[in-house]
Every structure is written in structure tokens, then in C-alpha cells.
């Protein structure tokens, strides 16, 4: 490994500017999840009633909630949507859990969670409304090389921009049905995280916000999976350098990107904690660092929110039982 010094604060924010595209297009309608049926006995009798709860309670633009129904009973089914699209839920022991996000983009208002339980025939339906509230991201402005800006006349840079735009773009909207992940999740890499939903000012002109977090390192250092899962992307691109992402199953992707070296392959799988890579400056990268984003059910939110959330995560246990239609 390099040893050189970890980048300044204006170097991190040199971290890759999400290219347009990327969060824009989409290959084809996201396929709606599976019913979550509940396979254990009834935790309580009678049998409750259906309760729907989200922590937290209130949502930054760019955040993550979890999403939780209890008071469930053997043979209850559970589907569910936020804002009017379909999210997965997972069946455990008389409850049945599911992550929201909030993209960065979303204005702040209310937004309905609803879940709906077939019991015996019958369906409850429970509607919790969801506060969600500008995460005041600041704004940045810096400068890149001119090489490491966006393509400005050059066309075979522009193709090749939304060419690689395209290769990621295509991969949001994919739901893999059976969930990987388990328990809380871990920072790829030690360090302070910085810059997610920063407005970014680049060589003076207007840019998406940054849709990542930034952490400092030097070059060679190791960058580990935050949780299991499957690689569905290793390569090298304009923008991130070289760039992997790993599917968790349920919508949920983690991308590491800048990186000196890839160290996994597509169709490979992962668990939390393997070494996937290591932090490097490729790309648009003025200083070694890593940049690492989330896409949840396709909205850009904050790691640092999805940590947040370990603590309730790990109490859930082990991994529960994957949806099954009933």
C-alpha cells in the first residue's frame, strides 16, 4: 500500500459527481415484490391485532426507515407500499420487517406507508403517514483537471460517459426476491463519512448532488463488503474508476468506487466483512478516498443513515424466512 498522507477536506470533495443518467433511467418497471407470509406459530392469544410502526418516525430527504408490522399471526400475508410503490417485506416470528428509502431528490412533506394483511380471507389494511424533512445538505464548489470534467465537447468522452451511465442505470430497478443481507451493516472502511446530498459547484458550473459518502484513507487500504451479498458490477469508469457493486437482495445496492484495485468479480458472492477492494484515486478522484453510495428500491440515500439503523437491525436476529406468495 501507498503511504501517503489521507487527502484533505477539499481533496474528498473531489469524490466522483454522480453522472446524470444514473439515477434517471431506468431499463424497465420494477416487478412488484411477493406477498410476506408468516410460517411461526402465533406469538400471542388471541391473536392481535396488526400494528405498523416506522423508525424513525420522522425521515430526511436521503434517509432510510424501517418499516415494521407486528401482531401478525401463522398463515397472515403481508404486502406493502410507500408513496405508491410496492416495497418488499420479510416474515419473522409474528412480525414482519421492511427497509424505505427517501431519495435525495424527494420534496419534504407527507408520504403514506400502508400494509396490507390477508388474514382468513380478510384484509387489514394499516396507513401510517411518514413525516419526511429537507436533510439540508450544504453546497459545494471546487475544481477538477480538465480531463476529469465532464466531456465538453469531446464525443467519443460524452458516448463513453453515457455508455457507463447506462451499465449502472440499468441495475436499480432490478428487485432480487430473495434477501442476502442480515443484522446491521458495517462502514466498508474505518474513517469519518462526509459530502452525502452536497450540492456540487464543479469548475464553476451546476452538478447532481453528490449521492455518496466520502471516507479518507491511503492508497491500498482495504474496503469490505458491508453486509452479504452478491457482486452484480466490477469495472473501471470515467467517473468512480474502478467501480464495484454488490446486490443485498430487496433492492438494496452498495457501490465502493475510486478504488486502486477490485478484488471481487461479478456472480461472486460476498459476505459482511469480505474484502471486496482497495481505496485508490481512479476516476474522478483528486486524493485517495473512498466514495460509497446506496441505492435502496432505487433512491439515493445516506450510508450513514442506513447505519443508523444497525442496532434495531441486529435485533431482529437471524436472517428471517424470504417472501413466499402464499
Same mark, same amino acid.
Given at each position: 500500500a501507498a503511504t501517503e498522507a489521507a487527502p484533505p477536506p477539499e481533496a474528498l470533495a473531489a469524490a466522483t459527481?454522480? =453522472?446524470?443518467? %444514473? #439515477? %434517471? %433511467?431506468?431499463? !424497465?418497471?420494477?416487478?412488484?415484490?411477493? =406477498? #410476506? !407470509? /408468516?410460517?411461526?406459530? =402465533? $406469538?400471542?392469544? =388471541?391473536?392481535?391485532?396488526? $400494528?405498523? #410502526? $416506522?423508525?424513525?418516525?420522522? /425521515? #430526511?430527504? +436521503? +434517509? $432510510?426507515?424501517l418499516a415494521t408490522v407486528k401482531g401478525l399471526a401463522e398463515g397472515d400475508s403481508i404486502t406493502g407500499t410507500f408513496s405508491g410503490e410496492a416495497i418488499p417485506f420479510v416474515a419473522g416470528h409474528g412480525t414482519a420487517t421492511a427497509l424505505i428509502g427517501v431519495d435525495l431528490d424527494v420534496k419534504p412533506g407527507k408520504y403514506m406507508l400502508r400494509a396490507k394483511v390477508l388474514r382468513n380471507g380478510k384484509t387489514i389494511p394499516k396507513d401510517l403517514s411518514i413525516s419526511v424533512f429537507d436533510g439540508k445538505y450544504p453546497e459545494q464548489s471546487f475544481t477538477v483537471p480538465k480531463e476529469k470534467d465532464a466531456a465538453d465537447g469531446d464525443v467519443e468522452l460524452a458516448k463513453r460517459i453515457t455508455r457507463e451511465a447506462k451499465a449502472l442505470s440499468v441495475i436499480w430497478p432490478e428487485w432480487t426476491a430473495a434477501r442476502q443481507w442480515s443484522g446491521g451493516f458495517a462502514q466498508p472502511a474505518p474513517g469519518k463519512m462526509n459530502n452525502f446530498g452536497s450540492k456540487r459547484i464543479?469548475?464553476?458550473?451546476?452538478?447532481?448532488?453528490?449521492? +455518496?459518502?466520502d471516507q479518507s484513507g491511503k492508497s491500498g487500504d482495504p474496503i469490505h463488503a458491508i453486509n452479504d451479498g452478491t457482486v452484480v458490477f466490477a469495472a473501471d469508469q470515467f467517473f468512480g474508476g474502478n467501480t464495484t457493486v454488490i446486490d443485498h437482495g430487496h433492492g438494496l445496492y452498495s457501490m465502493y468506487m475510486h478504488q486502486s484495485k477490485i478484488d471481487v468479480q461479478p456472480g461472486q458472492s460476498v459476505k459482511k466483512g469480505d474484502k471486496v477492494g482497495e481505496v485508490g484515486m481512479t476516476g474522478r478522484a483528486t486524493g485517495a478516498h473512498l466514495h460509497w453510495g446506496l441505492r435502496l428500491l432505487g433512491a439515493r440515500v445516506d450510508p450513514a443513515k442506513l447505519l443508523e439503523l444497525s442496532t434495531e437491525l441486529d435485533a431482529l436476529g437471524d436472517s428471517p424466512p424470504a417472501p413466499a406468495a402464499v
Open positions: 459527481a454522480t =453522472p446524470a443518467p %444514473e #439515477a %434517471e %433511467e431506468t431499463a !424497465k418497471p420494477r416487478t412488484p415484490p411477493p =406477498p #410476506a !407470509k /408468516i410460517t411461526a406459530a =402465533p $406469538v400471542a392469544s =388471541p391473536v392481535p391485532q396488526p $400494528v405498523l #410502526a $416506522v423508525s424513525p418516525a420522522r /425521515i #430526511a430527504t +436521503g +434517509g $432510510v426507515g464543479i469548475n464553476g458550473k451546476p452538478r447532481r448532488a453528490h449521492s +455518496g459518502a
